[in-house]
């Protein structure tokens, strides 16, 4: 190793180019007896001593000529390890400091290429293997390790240890366990015809409620979650359906080429209508009359009067009315809850009234009771508008949930998934923050896009940041937006006037009355457009650029209204509860 020492007065500089005042570096040996020392070799071949200029050496000396007279402050030295060739393409990051900063042992550090040229995973410099992740830019920060040091003490003398909830045991489904199990051996076989296109209701809800419970868990806590989550896509489904195209009954409905509704309406509404047939007469009559209607249809094409009647020879029993309020109307379920709670002896009694507004659909559906100790599912059947029920309880409730299963479609203020960009993207406009972190933030919303056009809509959509979106666009556009409010003006916005429905900083989220906050956690929600009810608002919040990278590497296929992810991982999913349907406790 060979040091150096720059001029003083009365003393010339030793220094590679002699310069008074000025050292650079680039990895490759200035000083002969240093390159010496490799001469060794096995063969004693003749080893090239010269020194070599590599093109870092020449930017160097251009960057001295450019500033070495006026001198280097810490703005000119950000403008030249922005350059290429001294910032090549494998850098990682950059460090600066000047005299006066040295003296508080105070730096700034760029993480990231400081020619702002993020590396993303696939490309020359990092494989796509097993947990890579892209080196994206970050921008320069101040640097101290005693202001470091200070806060970590601080954190450390207020630090309580936080009380995390323990996760509540399955719930006890104990008394609706025939909802949530069937025996394989009760399925049907065999395809229906459709006589004609108002038909499809039943060929179509038949192999989709086939495929649902011929992969019902055996476990009916594990069933309640699955059914529960499949007839809650189904669910929003219909809403957004009904909400872009408008919706017809399925005995209304024929073929038609341009709306998806003429397919999925009869599909969903015959489902669901196969659904409650199974939970009124029970799985063994059930199957019973499917397998008649299979049997006697086979290969055939039946009409509906044909099918009910099938149907109610199967059952013994008339089905009629059961079903044809699902084929023959448009309009939802519209129940609603009052919950009582009221001291019984050492334990509690739970009332619950339950009344329809408009039609009153006979239907089955499942209550859950819960407490500090779990849950409890109980069976609820109305036959007409208003119904009435009571419950023992050992413990207070904390909660009371109506529908719990999804059992029937319900109206829902927000049906959007992340899913619907691809069903339509038109409108749909991307939104990147440029509080902090730009470049990344820019590049990840970039990188979306590009996996957008590659794998759907081969279109590059829209994209803006923050400060650039207008009045008009938060109107007229589905939005996507990245980053929280640390992030994001857009969603700062949002959060300040009480339009964003969690709560977030930097490095941290809330969602659901659970606090996030390591680097690998994300949340990504769809919401009603809060400037216009018809479009939606699809948020993509992480704590780390990493994370959201992770989040967005892929499109949004099957994903419900929110998930919390770790990396990529989905570690929770949901639909936001529908409007109405619970009923909360305080002790």
């Not at 810490?74 to 290429?84: E, H, P, W």
């Amino acid at each position: 190793m060979r040091l150096w020492r720059t001029g003083s007065a009365g003393r010339p500089a030793d220094t590679p180019g002699h310069f008074p005042d000025f050292i650079w570096a680039n990895n490759n040996n200035r000083d002969l007896e240093v390159r010496s020392e490799y001469v060794a070799n096995p063969e004693n071949a003749p080893a090239d001593l010269a020194f070599n200029t590599w093109n870092r050496d020449i930017a160097w000396q251009e960057a001295f000529k450019t500033y070495g007279r006026t001198g280097f402050d810490i703005d000119i030295a950000t403008r030249v390890m922005a350059t290429s060739p001294i910032n090549r393409p494998h850098a990682c990051d950059g460090k600066l400091t000047t005299a006066e900063m040295a003296e508080k042992l105070v730096f700034i550090a760029h993480q990231g290429k400081t020619t702002q040229r993020e590396k993303m995973v696939g490309g020359r410099w990092i494989a796509d293997l097993p947990s890579a992740t892209p080196h994206l830019t970050y921008g320069y920060t101040a640097f101290s390790p005693i202001w470091v040091s200070t806060k970590l003490q601080a954190a450390k003398a207020a630090w309580r240890e936080e009380k995390i909830a323990k996760a509540l045991p399955a719930p006890d489904v104990a008394g609706v366990k025939a909802i949530y199990s069937f025996n394989s051996k009760g399925l049907w076989a065999g395809t229906v015809r459709p006589a004609t296109d108002a038909e499809n209701w039943f060929v179509s809800a038949s192999a989709a409620y086939w495929q649902q419970l011929k992969h019902l868990p055996d476990t009916p806590a594990k069933a309640f979650e699955s059914q529960g989550a499949a007839l809650a896509d189904l669910n929003t489904r219909y809403l957004w359906l009904e909400a872009r195209e408008g919706v017809k009954a399925p005995l209304a409905t024929s073929t038609e080429y341009d709306r998806y509704g003429a397919y999925q309406v009869p599909r969903i509404r015959g489902l669901f209508a196969l659904h409650q047939l199974r939970l009124h007469l029970g799985n063994a009559a059930f199957s019973k009359a499917m397998r008649t209607v299979h049997d006697r249809f086979n290969g055939q094409p039946a009409h509906t009067e044909d099918l009910l009647k099938a149907l109610s020879e199967g059952a013994s029993r008339d089905v009629a009315p059961i079903l044809k309020p699902w084929l023959e109307r448009v309009d939802l379920p519209s129940p609603s809850i009052r919950v009582d709670v009221k001291k019984a002896g050492k334990g509690y009694e739970v009332r619950l009234d339950v009344e329809q507004s408009g039609f009153a659909y006979p239907f089955v559906a499942s209550v859950s009771l819960e407490t500090e100790k779990g849950a409890r599912l109980e069976r609820v059947e109305l036959k007409g508008a208003r119904a009435t029920f009571t419950y023992p309880c050992e413990a207070l409730p904390k909660r009371v949930v109506f529908n719990a299963g999804n059992d029937i479609p319900v109206r829902r203020g927000n049906f959007w998934v992340p899913g619907n960009v691809l069903d339509d993207w038109s409108t749909t406009l991307l939104v990147y923050g440029t509080a902090r972190e730009v470049e990344a933030q820019r590049t990840l919303a970039t990188n979306y896009r590009d996996i957008l056009a590659d794998n759907m809509t081969e279109v590059l959509l829209p994209l803006k940041a923050d400060a650039e979106v207008s009045e008009a666009d938060l109107a007229a556009s589905d939005l996507l937006v990245f980053g929280g409010p640390a992030e994001n003006g857009f969603s700062a916005r949002l959060q300040a006037e009480g339009k964003l429905p969690v709560e977030a900083a930097a490095g941290w989220f809330r969602w659901q009355g659970r606090t996030y906050g390591r680097p690998d956690d994300g949340l990504l929600a769809a919401f009603p457009n809060p400037w216009n009810p018809k479009r939606m608002l699809v948020l993509v919040l992480s704590n780390s650029r990493t994370q959201e990278w992770a989040m967005t590497k892929t499109i949004p296929r099957g994903l419900p209204g929110w998930t919390i992810y770790r990396g990529s991982e989905v570690q929770q999913r949901g639909h936001v509860l529908a409007d109405g349907m619970v009923a909360e406790f305080k002790p």
